[in-house]
Structure formats: structure tokens, C-alpha cells
């Protein structure tokens, strides 16, 4: 049973910074892209960003305006997403997802979602 679970998130100042981190267990970590999504109140789920397996970046979108970059660390089944110059906009949950093959599928075909954590900037 594949499982994907998010750490980091918090509430923090308009300005400051966060790293999120998303672990797995079911699945070939090193062989499989990841991505990270996230979902405001009121909006739809928005893709951020994947990275392959490789460490090759797909930008899903460029709302974060380059202040966040995605990561991986295969010997540690990690991949994470900095954030900087955080702003109340970035406020929302903040899913990891893996996909089912080495490289970034489009960001409708992940089948692998963790429960998301919460990211709150205030101004």
C-alpha cells in the first residue's frame, strides 16, 4: 500500500519562509516523480511543481513566481518544496502527490495523494 505523507506546514509572516517535506512508503521512491499541489478555500487544487526522478523540474504553474523550489533526496525517500517571500495568496493546503513513472505526467495523472498540510501566511 503506497502511502505519502506531508510535513511542514504552519503559520507564518508575510515574507518569511517554509520547507515542506513529503515522504512515501509502498512504492520505488528513486524511480518515481513527485509533485506538490496545493488548494486554497473557494479554488480548485493547483499543480506547483514535479520533479522526476532524476531531478528534472516541470512548473505546473508560475504563480510562486520563482520563490519556491522543489527537491528530492532519493536515499532518504524525501522530496520537499522550499517557499520563500511567503505572502497571503500562498496561504492553503499544500498536498504531495507521487505519479507512476520515472518522469512528470501531466498533473491529472498522480494516483498517489498524501492528506496535505496546511500552509497560513499572515500580513
Known amino acids: 500500500q503506497v502511502q505519502v505523507m506531508e510535513s511542514g506546514g504552519g503559520s507564518v509572516q508575510a515574507g518569511e519562509s517554509l520547507k515542506l517535506s513529503c515522504t512515501t512508503s509502498g512504492l520505488t521512491f528513486a524511480h518515481t516523480a513527485m509533485a506538490w499541489f496545493r488548494q486554497a478555500p473557494g479554488k480548485e487544487r493547483e499543480g506547483l511543481q514535479c520533479?522526476?526522478?532524476?531531478?528534472?523540474?516541470?512548473h505546473y504553474s508560475h504563480h510562486d513566481q520563482g520563490r519556491f523550489t522543489i527537491s528530492r533526496d532519493n536515499a532518504k525517500n524525501t522530496v520537499h518544496l522550499q517557499m520563500k517571500n511567503l505572502a497571503p495568496g500562498d496561504s492553503a493546503i499544500y498536498y504531495c502527490a507521487a505519479g507512476d513513472s520515472y518522469f512528470c505526467p501531466a498533473p491529472s495523472a498522480f494516483n498517489y495523494w498524501g492528506r496535505g498540510t496546511q500552509v497560513t501566511v499572515s500580513s
Open positions: 520533479i522526476s526522478w532524476n531531478g528534472g523540474i516541470d
